[in-house]
């Protein structure tokens, strides 16, 4: 290994360590946060400290090749001192973080450490499943913010991880085919410096892995109501609990809202089956950080864009209930859709017509190329008249006959013609400004109407 660190008495000091770790789990089973949360009992267990909270960053939400929510992991730990902040528990004992440096890890314990993680990976991922390529990376320095944005907007590229890695003489290990490596380094190099928020997961007893959840709805809604800090909790229009995950993975229920002490309360609202304890994540989660403004001709697949545009086509519905509508800016046109998931989203969609101005928001979807909408700002809407009467004959004074359609008016008495009806603008239903997709479509990165 090539060693650039702090030298004292010729021996390797660094003062933090940053892991990483993704794509541990499977769509049948696992999850890389409890590997986290496994992991920070071991390192507690060794003496280590936790500094500040564990990170769960989300990535590019359109790669073809995530498991789910495309979620990694990171954690930093030293030797602390002062005071300290709790960020979960186990088994009823409070798991905490701290944040001042009290003194280095030597060379041997950043190698314990990677020891550690090794084991704990090894023990948990999932990697007789075809698609899960675990990785983790230990650095000492976390990389550039720009790999974070790469990561959570475009298509990285292992050999560039790679090289980085090396040359941040960073200790790691990927995998089968080492994909996990990209999230695992790119968690690291997230800083949440603009926006960030919190998730408070829970995790079950082990023997209740795979069978049915209990968490009581009602319990959910009046946290939802109570604690005005947290979001997308409950879908009450679509009656679907949005705290719980569908998968047979470890975890109870998730919250997320703004504060950690927020959270805390809202857990002790919720009623459900027993639990083994919960960890508190700073999260990229519902911060919009996937989204990049792009004008038509510069869209490509896999990127989440804003684009401004004119509606060119209207609305239509299509089998299994998809609408779908195309934009034009100057550059070129788009389709845009709001698929069947997306529910009464869909019902605004549809009262678009030809003229209206919109900002899409949206995930790019390749084969056709198309923005699958998270929310929408109608800037401005064309007025739509509607026809009242037939035009009065202007020397007769008389109601003019039709000629049939799309051929215009005659008088009946004097021959003159016309081309238009009398009209009035008709009220349109929608009004300017932003809609979002419900609670029960919406992605982890989206930015709720309620944060914005
Ligand atoms: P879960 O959220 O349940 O943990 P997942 O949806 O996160 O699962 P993973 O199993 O982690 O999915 O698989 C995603 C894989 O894609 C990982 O190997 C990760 O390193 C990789 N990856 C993430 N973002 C990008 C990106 N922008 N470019 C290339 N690969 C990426």
Redesign the pocket.
């Given at each position: 290994m090539k060693l650039k660190y702090c030298f004292y008495n010729n021996v390797l000091r660094v003062n933090i360590i940053w892991i990483g770790i993704?794509?541990?789990?499977?769509?049948s089973g696992?999850?890389?946060?409890y590997v986290i949360y496994s992991l920070i009992q071991k390192l507690v267990e060794q003496e280590y400290d936790i500094i500040g909270y564990p990170r769960l960053v989300?990535?590019?939400p359109n790669?073809p090749?995530?498991?789910?929510?495309?979620?990694?992991?990171a954690l930093q730990i030293g030797r602390s001192i002062g005071k300290t902040i709790r960020i979960g528990s186990t088994h009823n004992q409070n798991i905490v973080a701290c944040s001042i440096l009290k003194k280095d890890l030597s060379s041997s314990e950043y190698t314990a450490v990677k020891s550690l993680v090794q084991s704990i990976i090894e023990r948990y991922a999932k990697t007789d499943d075809q698609?899960?390529?675990?990785?983790f990376v230990l650095l000492n320095k976390k990389p550039s913010q720009r790999l974070y944005t790469?990561?959570?907007?475009?298509?990285?590229?292992?050999t560039d991880v790679v090289s980085l890695l090396k040359s941040h003489d960073a200790l790691y290990k990927g995998y089968k085919?080492k994909?996990?490596?990209?999230?695992?380094?790119?968690a690291i190099a997230w800083s949440p410096r603009s926006d960030k928020t919190f998730e408070l997961i829970t995790y079950r007893e082990q023997d209740r892995w795979g069978t049915k959840r209990i968490v009581d709805n009602d319990s959910v809604q009046q946290m939802d109501k109570a604690c005005t800090n947290t979001f997308d909790n409950y879908d009450y229009t679509n009656k679907h609990n949005r705290l719980v995950p569908h998968?047979p993975?470890p975890i109870l229920y998730g919250i997320r809202g703004e504060h950690p002490t927020d959270l805390i309360s809202a857990k002790s609202m919720i009623i459900s089956e027993q639990t083994m304890g919960f960890l508190l994540f700073e999260t990229n989660q519902g911060t919009d950080d996937h989204l990049q403004k792009k004008t038509i001709q510069d869209i490509q697949p896999?990127q989440s864009v804003i684009v401004s545009g004119t509606v060119v086509s209207p609305p239509r519905t299509i089998p299994g209930g998809h609408v779908l509508f195309s934009i034009d800016d100057a550059t070129g046109t788009i389709d845009c859709a709001a698929y069947e998931p997306t529910k009464q989203f869909r019902n605004v969609i549809r009262e678009l017509t030809i003229g209206d101005r919109v900002d899409v928001y949206g995930g790019v979807r390749e084969q056709p190329i198309t923005v699958n909408l998270e929310k929408i700002n109608i800037r401005s809407l064309i007025q739509i008249r509607e026809k009242t009467e037939n035009p009065v004959c202007s020397r007769c004074g008389k109601h003019m006959k039709s000629r049939g359609t799309n051929q215009g008016y005659k008088c009946k008495r004097c021959g003159t013609t016309k081309n238009k009806p009398k009209t009035k603008p008709r009220k349109r239903s929608i009004k300017t400004g932003f809609y979002e997709v419900p609670v029960c479509a919406r992605r982890?990165l989206s930015k709720p109407l309620k944060r914005m």
């Open positions: 993704d794509d541990t789990d499977s769509v696992g999850c890389t946060t989300r990535l590019n790669i090749w995530k498991t789910r929510g495309n979620g990694a992991l698609n899960t390529n675990p990785g790469t990561a959570v907007q475009e298509i990285v590229h292992l085919n994909r996990g490596l990209i999230g695992a380094t790119a998968s993975c896999y982890h």
